[in-house]
């Protein structure tokens, strides 16, 4: 099997990249994109258009934590002095099953390495008519239970006029290191309880107590993308540098990033030997009329 998978609807296309399990362009069939695409130089997973988040999701502060008496560590994995965003996304993955709309990928850690978990993970995506479902599942192949958290992490184009409502109840505000901070109330400049444009200042924030409902509007392409993700997906962090406004991301999760040091393993999915935890998020992408 070559590196990419092309997935071809009736609506809508897709392509992916088997390094990384991650989508690498996402557009409508008349050429309209609903996520980033790749550029044309070498691949890089931080240039895509979408990547999963396995076993855990953004940084873990400390590279460690302590369950029933016994200290696990992580090994960072980037430049960064923090382990971020799991294993998944630097891994290459498995076509397990494939047609023109549809992929599984799969991927399985069978020792510690980066992380001290031991485990499979299954994606798969699918394109029914106007929509893509993305889904991730991941079981604890380990002799230990330990605490799993999945999420992703999908980049979607921005321009000037793009419109975000993705209600939530609270947020974490940004400490140094890009590691949350404090839960607060949401600010009023950054609440999307209904539509508005993203500040043009930068958000690196986790939002909580989301419905797992959102919705995007390009008025400049005159495209929507309604999101729906299912609840264990029940937070989301938006991130959208000041340096950068070609693109924003709202990355659907498990669990809330760096939970691990903050509030411990809890916080995550303990999974025993055997369990799996899972979830998906779907894309449906309909034209959208812009009223004078």
Known sequence: ?????????????LRMSLKGGAVVDGHTRD???????????????????????VPVGNRVEGNGFELGGKSYRFTPNTAEPNYIHGDGWLAEWNVEDAS?????????????????????????????????????????LGNETLPFGIGFHPYFPRTEGTLLTA????WWTEREGYLPGVRTPIPDSADFATPRLLPRRRLNNCFEGWSGQA???WPETKLAADIA?????????????EEDRSFFCLEPMSHTPNALATSGPNALHLLAPGQ??????SITVSNFEVTQ
């Open 100 to 140: 023109a709309t549809h992929v599984r990928l799969a991927f399985e850690q069978l020792r510690p390495a980066k992380s001290p978990h031991v485990y499979r993970a299954v994606q798969t995506v699918t394109l029914d008519g106007a929509t893509v479902t993305l889904s991730l599942s991941v079981t604890n």
């Open 229 to 241: 993700a299912d609840a264990p997906f029940s937070r989301y962090m938006l991130y959208a540098p």
């Open 276 to 281: 799996t935890l899972s979830g998906a998020f």
């Open 1 to 13: 099997m070559q590196g990419f998978v092309e997935l071809e609807g009736d609506r809508l296309s």
């Open 167 to 170: 209600p939530a109840m609270a």
């Open 215 to 217: 919705r995007i509007i």
């Open 31 to 53: 050429g309209r994109r609903f996520l980033r695409r790749h550029d044309d130089g070498a691949f890089d997973v931080l240039r895509s258009a979408c990547f999963p988040l």
